[in-house]
């Protein structure tokens, strides 16, 4: 991919815990993700235990709370899920009137979010997060190795 290419849509990245690498490796997998797909205006990555890893939102934003968010979200999706007698979520999509949030679960129960604008190709975004998916699972793999 050209340099070019690789620094278009990317954000300010963000470790949220220190992992040194491993950190790093999601925060250029989110990077890359924003890349590959113009209209992700915000990543995040929660671990298994609903921690926020990573995110990519903007200066300003409070990144616990939005984690907060995520993680009760999530929750109460996989609780719904369970309750209709549907197992456990592999992806939600919200839409809203500025746009969407959608999230991805990964293995070890996981979760890759993102927000797009309004105009966004959801399909398109989703599709790019399911190829993402290996990448985030690798290095919160190598995150909990160490």
Known sequence: MPASAANRGQGMLMAERS???TAQDLDRVLADLKALSEDIQS?????GDRDLISSSHEPGVDRERVGAMLAALVYLSERVARESGKGHISQLRID???GHLLVVRLDGGGVLATTTGQEARVGLVLYDMRNSRSEVEK?????SDR
């Open 96 to 98: 809203t009137g500025g």
């Open 43 to 47: 990543c995040a990555v929660l671990s």
């Open 139 to 143: 290095a919160l793999a190598e995150r």
């Open 19 to 21: 992992g040194a690498g």
